[in-house]
């Protein structure tokens, strides 16, 4: 069964170091992003994490059951100008399983729309392949 936890659920249950530790954990999961995106670490920590703590960002992630080692993940802006998907990614070994499609149906959930982002031609083949 696929459970998708939410960061900013733990925001009140966790004391900093726990929070702080988790949010860790979910960037190392993405880092390798910053390879095409040089600022990724700084929009993690100084833009996207503040953001959790108000109503216009979420991180949604989802846990390997007997490991408790990330394997999917999501951050989402919700403001006035953007209701976007900034970043959702499954784990390779873990793809074809339909978590990509239950990351997406709660990202549209918070999001509060059907379409939160433009994909260009050239990225439709890649995308598809996170729905499964």
Not at 22 to 47: D, R
């Amino acid at each position: 069964m696929i459970k998708i936890e939410s960061l900013k659920n733990y925001t009140k249950v966790l004391n900093k170091k726990d929070f702080t530790k988790l949010a860790k954990q979910i960037y190392e999961f993405t880092n390798f992003i910053s390879e095409n995106y040089p600022n990724y670490k700084k929009w993690y920590y100084h833009k996207h994490i503040p953001r959790i703590f108000t109503s216009q960002g979420e991180i949604l992630f989802v846990r390997q059951e007997d490991q408790n080692k990330i394997i999917a993940m999501c951050c989402l802006k919700r403001d006035k100008d953007e209701k976007k998907i900034c970043t959702l990614y499954v784990k390779e070994e873990y793809r074809n399983n339909h978590i990509g499609a239950k990351l997406l149906e709660k990202s549209l959930e918070f999001l509060g729309t059907t379409k939160p982002f433009n994909i260009s031609r050239l990225q439709i083949t890649y995308v598809s392949t996170i729905y499964r």
